[in-house]
């Protein structure tokens, strides 16, 4: 998407982030990196 933005095509709008889903996807990352680093362990 981001090559896309660049790229300024027209038939995509643009997305509007909310802190709401920045906090989402912070915390998506966060549980996914708990995850990993628990299997690397086990």
């Not at 300024?8 to 709008?13: G, T």
């Not at 982030?17 to 708990?34: K, P, W």
């Amino acid at each position: 998407m981001a090559i896309l933005e660049i790229l300024a095509v027209s038939w995509i709008d643009y997305e509007n982030f909310s802190y709401l889903s920045i906090l989402g996807a912070i915390l998506a990352l966060i549980g996914v990196s708990i995850v990993v680093l628990k299997k690397k362990k086990g």
